[in-house]
């Protein structure tokens, strides 16, 4: 089985100002691993996703998360966030070899960005 | 345009009533999830579907039931025995099971026992 944890339910932080949202998992398999951002009364849009290779992956937004596998992390980070950047951030697993074949989720951060 | 297209937006259900929530999708995706979300807790899997008249339990599968007769609807019925079904459900669904990705997900449903 597989677990998300998403330490910071909350993050409030100044418009152009740095921002990390921490997410660690825990599998006993390798897993794929993936951002997802949700705006109120929303579905979910992709954000960025780590399947191979590269193990910093951005997205078209400035976005950017790095695989660590060694600390089983996957943080996403952005130089300058704009107000626009409100919203809740899901980080996500899926494993890569047979069994529960969905995504598990983590608990959510709320991005905050105040002008 | 593709996409999965949940029904209603908002539902108001009295205790001890079922309810059903409507998921279809034009994707031709082979794959359907339902998925839960209360603040604080992120989304928790109630049940998935792989292929037509198949489908797993998900971590929370009890007071739900399901069914797919079709490739393209997904439908999910909270029952009368769900203790709190106060939530926002989210359909999701895949190109085929397994995939890591390739998700879509529907715009969700607002449920609120009165």
């Known amino acids: 089985a597989q677990s998300v944890t998403q330490l910071d ?19 006993s398999v390798s897993v794929y691993l993936f951002w997802y951002v949700q705006y109120p009364n929303q579905g979910l849009q992709l954000l960025l996703k780590y399947l191979s290779g590269s193990t910093l ?37 899926i ?12 608990s959510g951060t709320r991005l905050q960005v105040q002008p | ?13 009295k205790e001890g009533q079922n309810v059903t929530l409507s ?27 792989q292929i037509v008249n198949d ?11 399901v069914s797919r007769e079709k490739k393209e609807s997904f439908p999910l ?3 009368s025995a769900q203790k709190n079904p106060t939530a926002f459900y989210l359909c999701a669904s895949t190109p085929r099971a397994g995939m890591p990705d390739g998700y879509t997900f529907g715009s969700g449903t607002r449920l609120t026992v009165v």
């Not at chain 1, 494993?95 to 983590?106: N, V």
């Not at chain 2, 999708?25 to 109630?46: E, F, K, V």
Request: glycine residues 8%.
């Open chain 2, 77 to 79: 019925t909270v029952t």
């Open chain 1, 95 to 106: 494993p890569m070899d047979t069994g529960r074949r969905a995504l598990t989720f983590g």
């Open chain 1, 9 to 27: 339910s909350q993050v409030p932080v100044f418009e152009e100002a740095p921002v990390e949202l921490r997410c660690n998992y825990s599998s």
């Open chain 2, 55 to 65: 489908f797993q339990k998900g971590d929370i599968a009890e007071g739900y039931s």
């Open chain 1, 57 to 93: 992956v951005e997205s078209i937004n400035g976005f950017e998360a790095e695989f660590n596998k060694s600390q089983t992390s996957f943080h996403l980070r952005k130089p300058s966030v704009h107000i626009s950047d409100t919203a809740e951030y899901f980080c996500a697993v």
């Open chain 2, 23 to 49: 998921c279809e999708q034009n994707l031709n995706h082979d794959a359907m999830y339902w998925y839960r979300q209360d603040p604080g807790q992120g989304l928790r899997l109630i049940y998935y579907s």
């Open chain 2, 1 to 13: 345009d593709g996409g999965i297209t949940q029904s209603p937006k908002y539902l108001f259900r």
